[in-house]
């Protein structure tokens, strides 16, 4: 295989055929494989704005002897691909493993487990995806919460109401790799393949879940749906079953030695459970905000130097971020393109904001949450848990300053930083359903992050020239940006250091931070589980 890299063009002239593109500027003329490695775009100067590719071909003859003669100097052989250990399961074991929670990691473990013949059985405490949708609009019409099936509970987990970016920082290997192969065969784009900044889109997602959860069933997992674990069954140090509430109201244990605890970072009364079972856990940072809006037109123009960008490029986004003088960073997180903020709360009387959009990302307004990095310092206390009452109280903060019935509470930028009412709206209109209500952040948020807020704010205009003002409107409150806790496992096995057997996962156990990451690490558990030996 050979790589071509760096092959850049203007926006208006990207050929049609880039296959036969690449043949006329390599010389190759025997070229029988070809696909797009890599796509970006390159706005760091938009007088000069344009799309860079990389590709992969593979030629019926030397491709040594192609590359040292090719007129084009940024090529390369590649070596061969990293091979995904095929998972296997060993027979002699008699107890199925047990997933909990059908977010990214625990789907694709669930898969993984599947696909080698170990029958697992997947545990969650929402809907399937469809009825869960239905549980979601109509939270979104009229306010009526269901705390089981929501934005963070269900088939898919939260990240099926966001963006579904699939950037990441961790290595790109054979188990990445696996994961955007299945993604694909699920119905995601196969863009996801070489995009820079890959995205699916909540419309696509919400399918796409259905489709895995037929696979893994079609290899012999079995789904329970509406059925929440309640408790770990341990002796010895060593789990031994693991008890749960079915959708009847009755508590059945079932029996197994292996459980992969991919929870998702809202399941508080199961951390809660955890903590009293001894499962080790410890405090861990994360950031708390608003999620902030602006119109899509003036984030195209500011990045691209264009209203309307063309197909090639798509809806502009922006990442920022700023360092403060008190020692803490502001940064934009989970920015969404022509989105929409999303009511996300999983309790009565708290709110919590999240953003969200489909694949076509063709809404009026952009959002990002604008977050403030928390410290267990400012927790208040030593206790594993106290970031959750910590975020709790912040949430009960916006639902009170919304007026209730999960009204969000709204403040235009300009008149937070002059620490002023709202009175009106100007160009952008919050796009939050069930209802904005006009409200002062100062209710809202820690001192420390209004503070952050208004020192930051000059600082992001310096990178984005307006971004405070053109009727930006901050919505409240950004909470669950990740775990406030991590439950501490070996490096090693994966396995908790209290619980022989439980193998805590992904996001909400503190391993993860997105759809990718967290699909990973469910793999990487999987495979220890059909690792160990009898």
């Known amino acids: 295989m050979i790589r071509i890299s760096s092959v850049k063009f203007r926006p208006k002239a990207v050929p049609e055929d880039l296959r036969a593109y690449v043949a006329e500027l390599t010389g190759f003329d025997n070229i ?36 040292q003669n090719c007129p084009y100097r940024d090529i390369a052989l590649l070596a061969p691909p990293e091979q995904y250990p095929e998972p296997v399961w060993n027979p002699k074991k008699s107890l199925r493993p047990v997933v909990i929670g059908t ?19 997947l545990i969650e405490r929402g809907k399937t995806v469809s009825k869960r949708r239905k549980d979601v609009n109509r939270f979104w019409k009229i306010g009526e919460l269901n705390e089981n099936s929501n934005v963070q509970f269900g088939e898919g987990g939260a990240g099926t109401f966001s963006d579904g970016k699939l950037t990441t920082g961790i290595k790109k290997d054979a188990f990445t790799r696996k994961v955007l192969e299945e993604f694909i065969a699920a119905g995601a784009p196969e863009e996801i393949m070489y995009l820079a900044k890959p995205h699916i889109g909540t419309d696509k997602l919400s399918y796409m879940v259905g489709n895995i959860r037929r696979r893994i069933m079609s290899l012999g997992g079995e789904y329970r749906f509406e059925t929440r674990l309640t408790d770990l069954v341990i002796k010895d140090g060593r789990l031994t079953a693991v008890q749960v509430l079915t959708p009847e109201g009755k508590i059945e244990e079932i029996p197994t030695d292996s459980v992969i605890l991919a929870i998702g970072h809202s399941a508080r009364d199961t951390f809660e459970m ?3 079972k001894g499962v080790q856990m410890i405090q861990k940072p994360f950031a708390v905000g608003a999620r902030i809006e602006h119109p899509q037109k003036f984030i195209n123009k500011s990045q691209y130097g264009m209203v309307k960008p063309r197909k090639v490029l798509g809806q502009a986004d922006y990442k920022l971020a700023v360092h403060l003088s008190n020692g803490r960073g502001l940064y934009t997180f989970c920015m969404c393109p022509g ?19 489909e694949y076509a990302r063709d809404k009026d307004n952009a959002n990002s949450a604008l977050l403030v990095d928390v410290k267990p310092e400012d927790f208040g206390s030593d206790h594993p848990l106290a970031g959750v009452e910590f975020q709790r109280k912040i949430e009960e903060n916006a639902f009170k300053a919304g007026g209730g019935l999960f009204r969000a509470p709204v403040q235009r930028v300009i008149d937070f930083l002059r620490d002023r009412e709202t009175v009106k709206f100007g160009e952008v209109v919050p796009s939050y359903r069930p209802g904005v209500q006009m409200a002062d952040m100062r209710a809202v948020l820690p001192e420390f992050v209004i503070d952050s807020f208004k020192e930051g704010f000059k600082k992001l205009d310096r990178k984005i020239r307006l971004f405070s003002e053109h009727d930006a409107i901050l919505t409240g409150a950004e909470t669950r940006t990740s775990s ?6 070996d ?37 220890k589980i059909l690792a160990v030996e009898e």
């Open 32 to 67: 029988v494989y070809f696909r797009i490695a890599k796509k970006s775009v390159d706005a760091r100067k938009k007088e000069n704005l344009c799309v860079q590719y990389a590709f992969d071909i593979a030629l019926d003859s030397d491709e040594q002897l192609a590359v």
């Open 103 to 121: 977010g990214p990691a625990g789907l694709m473990a669930g898969l993984a487990l599947a696909e080698a013949g170990a029958n697992p059985i």
């Open 274 to 276: 955890l903590y009293d």
């Open 339 to 357: 989105g929409v903020v999303v009511a996300a709360a999983s309790e009565a009387g708290r709110l919590v904001t999240n953003g969200m959009s």
């Open 484 to 489: 406030p806790v991590r439950i501490l496992r």
């Open 491 to 527: 490096s090693k096995t994966l396995q908790s250091l209290s619980v022989a057997g439980l193998y805590p996962c992904g996001e909400g156990a503190g391993y993860a931070g997105g759809i990718m990451s967290a699909a990973v690490d469910g793999l990487r558990c999987a495979h």
